[in-house]
């Protein structure tokens, strides 16, 4: 086959032709991994100015010797050099990709917060039809933060509301790297300079959010998403017996009562009948009521 410069397979050995080191085999690069721990730690660790070679010391440390270990020393260098320092770069490069966006449509808004090395704390924008919508469909407003970016480590939030058509439409996303008081004033601010506050607002129990509401929205109707809360029900009476009877009877009375007194009537009916009273999470459900309780929201909708 030399004249026409191709090689025939003539004989396949599937064998390997030298003993295998059973004991090094976590050194192949298929059983090389950095789990979501050891990654964590490596980005904390680099914003600490600690080097490279501590870090992976720490590492053998924690489990008495490196074989135990699914990566090396070198992995945790390529890491930093591939993700942590590059995210600078993916920050930037997300900056001008909203600048492009603007340049394309003026209608398009955006704004960002940058930490002092310039890499994206938070950001908010929202095109034409988003803000167009908003006009329209902002009476009920889902704010959903329950995304997490792992690669960038930033949460993503969503404003999504309904159109007349019953459809979800998306009016403006998000990127946070923190979920705090001021981080979710920041936000809702930037809501408001592109697009009117909304009527009312849900969202999951987060007490940032609800007290960053009251500062900019202090007009909004706040609401807890009653499935968000319904959810957490087997977690919270996982150490009750009966838990699924228990966990039954809330969801018929959060669900079948039609009266401000039958409800509070039949929520004190039911934490006396399984002992309850004593319970923190179930005392501060009913303290906030007003904000997840159909029966207490309905003069709003």
């Known amino acids: 086959m030399k004249d026409v410069g191709l090689w025939t397979i003539s004989k396949v050995v599937l064998n390997h032709s030298h003993p295998r080191c059973l004991d090094q085999t976590e050194m192949l690069k298929q059983h090389m991994e ?19 070679s501590k870090t992976y010391q720490s590492f053998v440390a924690a489990t008495d010797n490196h074989r135990e270990l699914s990566f090396i020393e070198k992995d945790v260098r390529n890491y930093i050099t591939r993700e942590v320092r590059n995210i600078s770069e ?27 090395d310039r890499c994206i704390k938070h950001a908010f924008w929202a095109d034409a039809r988003s803000t167009a919508a908003c006009e ?9 933060t329950t995304y997490n970016i792992n690669r ?27 979920e705090d008081i001021q981080s979710f004033k920041w936000l809702f601010e930037c809501c408001h300079r592109c697009m009117k506050a909304p009527k009312s607002m849900l969202n999951d129990q987060c007490a940032s959010i609800q007290r960053a ?37 809330m969801s018929h009375v959060v669900w079948n009562t039609y009266t401000k007194e039958a409800f509070d009537r039949k929520w004190n009916d039911f934490l006396t ?16 009521q007003h904000i997840w309780i159909l029966v207490y929201l309905d003069h709003h909708f």
Not at 36 to 51: D, H, L, P, Q, Y
Not at 100 to 106: A, F, G, I, P, S
Request: charged share 25%; net charge positive; proline share 2%.
């Open 34 to 52: 950095l789990s979501m721990f050891v990654r964590r730690t490596i980005k904390t660790n680099e914003e600490a100015k600690i080097r490279p």
């Open 213 to 249: 509401i009251e500062l900019c929205m202090p007009t909004t109707i706040h609401r807890w998403y009653i499935w968000h809360i319904m959810k957490k029900i087997p977690h919270k009476l996982n150490g009750y017996k009966r838990h699924e009877e228990i966990e039954q009877k």
């Open 136 to 144: 329209y469909f902002r009476d009920v407003v889902s704010f959903d």
């Open 90 to 116: 993916q920050d930037d490069s997300k900056g001008k990709y909203l600048l492009r966006m603007k340049e394309k449509n003026q209608n398009f808004f955006f704004e960002l917060n940058l930490e002092g």
């Open 152 to 178: 960038y480590n930033m949460v993503l939030g969503s404003f999504v509301g309904v159109n007349h058509h019953g459809q979800l439409t998306l009016l403006g996303c998000a990127l946070m790297k923190n």
């Open 273 to 288: 009948k399984y002992s309850l009273g004593g319970n923190k999470w179930f005392s501060e459900l009913y303290k906030d």
